[in-house]
């Protein structure tokens, strides 16, 4: 049974960096893809960044590309996913969420991934 563990979220000043990772134990290459959400208070869980398992492709949502990263690494039944994200802006602030699911691209929805990390924090702040 595949698990998802996310760390790396913080307290970080505007302008700061953040890197979260999420560590995918049975990883298989059955889940076409992984990706990071994210939702704040009040608002609906948004897609932030999803990658390919089989072939490393990545997309980003408007609201972080040029400022963010996503990698992915690992052999085997584990495989650790990484968001790399620069120049942080308070509206960053979220629980960021790493997941497994059914398809990636430009546009894709939490309701295409079915296994879910239980969350990281990041904060911007002054």
């Known amino acids: 049974q595949v698990q998802l563990v996310e760390s790396g979220g913080d307290l970080v000043q505007p302008g700061g960096s953040l890197r979260l990772s999420c560590v995918a134990s049975?990883?298989?290459?059955?889940?076409?893809?992984l990706a990071w959400f994210r939702q704040a208070p009040g608002k609906e869980r948004e897609g932030v960044s999803c990658?390919?398992?089989?072939?490393?492709?990545?997309?980003?949502s408007d609201s972080v590309k040029g400022r963010s990263t996503m990698s992915a690494s690992g052999d085997g039944d584990k495989k650790t996913a990484y968001l790399q994200m620069n120049s942080l802006k308070p509206e960053d602030s979220a629980i960021y969420f790493c997941?497994?699911?059914?398809?990636?691209?430009?546009?894709?929805?939490?309701?295409?991934?079915?296994?879910w990390g239980q969350g990281t924090q990041v904060t911007v702040s002054s």
């Open positions: 049975g990883f298989t290459l059955d889940y076409y893809a």
């Open positions: 997941a497994l699911g059914r398809f990636c691209g430009y546009y894709y929805t939490p309701d295409e991934f079915d296994i």
């Open positions: 990658i390919v398992n089989r072939d490393g492709t990545t997309y980003y």
